[in-house]
């Protein structure tokens, strides 16, 4: 069964910086382009960010751009996003999932693999 894990997530105050982490099994990351999505409660799907097999990264959410930093360690087949000056609107669960080898746009319906994910509360 070919899926992530996510981690990393949890409950932390305005401001704060965490690091997410997405391991992949049952299949290597290598030729993968790999992105994080997230969904806020009572909200659709919305792409954060994607990274190619190149080390390249897009940011997809404008609210995040600046803030975040996505990188890939193919070693440990995981791919890592993290977040920075956390703001109470990056509340969400935060998922991560594949596609080809390149970065071809935010549409959930075209990734796969996603795993369950990680739930990230910001709140003071």
């Known amino acids: 069964q070919t899926q992530f894990v996510e981690s990393g997530g949890g409950l932390v105050q305005p401001g704060a910086t965490l690091k997410l982490s997405c391991a992949a099994s049952g299949f290597s990351i290598e030729d993968w382009a790999v992105a994080w999505f997230r969904q806020a409660p009572g909200k659709a799907p919305e792409g954060v960010a994607c990274i190619d097999t190149n080390n390249g990264w897009t940011t997809y959410e404008t609210s995040v751009q600046g803030r975040i930093t996505m990188t890939r360690d193919n070693a440990k087949n995981t791919v890592f996003l993290q977040m920075s000056s956390l703001k109470s609107e990056d509340t969400a669960m935060y998922y991560c999932?594949?596609?080809?080898?390149?970065?071809?746009?935010?549409?959930?319906?075209?990734?796969?693999?996603w795993g369950q994910g990680t739930l990230v509360t910001v709140s003071s």
């Open positions: 999932a594949a596609r080809g080898l390149h970065c071809l746009g935010s549409h959930p319906e075209d990734y796969s693999s």
